[in-house]
């Protein structure tokens, strides 16, 4: 058995918004977590980036480019996994954001995230047929 990246892990410091985008993506039958800040998701990912498909962060989070250094040490640590960025500062992306990073302004919509997400998303896994 091969174990595929299914796991889509959420950051924002807006309950809200981080409860909608949790929201969404469970009915889309995606497994997700959630958090609040970079610190936390970095502690979960240093357990579970292995099963982890992508992140979806804000800019700011406690502080103004705390987003994009969580974009960056995931991109440095986990390149595999994919970065989306969110911000309602700006339409157009931050500098410094990772190359392969790529940038929703907020507001988001539901089916933008969700087409974004679904590309990198994996079968929790399948079987290897024995020849």
């Known amino acids: 058995m091969v174990k595929a990246r299914s796991l889509v ?9 981080r409860e909608d985008a949790l929201d ?10 959630g958090f609040g800040s970079a610190r936390e998701a970095l502690a979960f990912l ?11 962060t804000d800019v700011w989070l406690e502080t103004t480019t705390e987003g994009l250094d969580l974009a960056s040490t995931i991109n440095t640590t986990w390149p595999w996994v994919a970065l989306l960025v ?4 700006t339409a157009r992306p931050p500098t410094g ?23 990198y998303v994996q ?9």
């Open 86 to 89: 969110t911000s309602g500062a």
């Open 24 to 33: 969404l993506l469970r009915r889309a039958g995606i497994d997700v977590r």
């Open 46 to 56: 240093r357990d579970h980036a292995g099963e982890t498909a992508a992140v979806f």
């Open 97 to 119: 954001l990772p190359l392969k990073a790529h940038y929703l302004s907020k507001p988001w919509r539901p089916e933008q995230l969700l087409r974004l997400v679904q590309k």
């Open 123 to 131: 079968p929790k896994c399948r079987t290897e047929n024995a020849a």
């Open 9 to 17: 892990v959420v950051v924002d410091d807006e309950l809200l918004i």
